[in-house]
């Protein structure tokens, strides 16, 4: 089995999760995407989180394809941490060929993450391109530290089966959606509501 894992808070879940991961099926030659619904954010301030619960429904109502799961593992009180998550998978999974999936915008900020270069040094990544981040994502200190392990796009269906460090970025058909813009309409719209109930 080869599956890719896209992890993140999910808050909220949209299409252009669902575009990344078809598209990481697709050109990665992956048998499945697993969305892994973190319980935080270490780098986000945790106020109006939804719960994982919360968080882990919705995501199962945006997507519906067979070959992507949604999972709340390892749960509220989990390792909030990649580095952990990726450990504890390959050791439940000793058999399956983990693939990291994430975003251009994540790769840029990546040395920010908690043993960063033992992520890339555990498992194959895979970055999906996204608006205005590629540029960002090839300059980034995890890009130049790596650069000798980067594997042309053309050899991307290889990727989960290579030994880490390898990596690779992936054009694809990009989306503008994001989850803080649309965490931003909906506080609009909310906003927006109360003063016409307020002016009623």
Known sequence: ?????????????????????????????????????????????????????ERVASARRVTDHPRI???????????????????????????????????ADNLAAFNRWRSWQKIFETVPVAVLDRPGSRMKAHASQAATRFHGDYVDESDAPGLARMKPPAWTIITHRLSPLSSTALRGEAKTRKTGDKTIKKNE
């Open 69 to 103: 799961a949604v999972t709340g593992f390892p749960g509220e009180r989990g390792s909030p941490y990649t580095v952990d998550l990726i450990a504890e998978l390959k050791r439940r999974y000793p058999g399956v060929k983990f693939v990291w999936l994430m975003g």
């Open 1 to 53: 089995m080869q599956i890719g894992l896209l992890g993140g808070s999910f808050n909220p879940a949209h299409a252009a999760h669902v575009e990344i991961s078809l598209t990481a099926l697709k050109r990665l030659g992956l048998d499945q995407v697993w969305w892994i619904v973190a319980p935080s954010n270490p780098l986000k301030h945790p106020a109006k989180l939804p719960s994982l619960s």
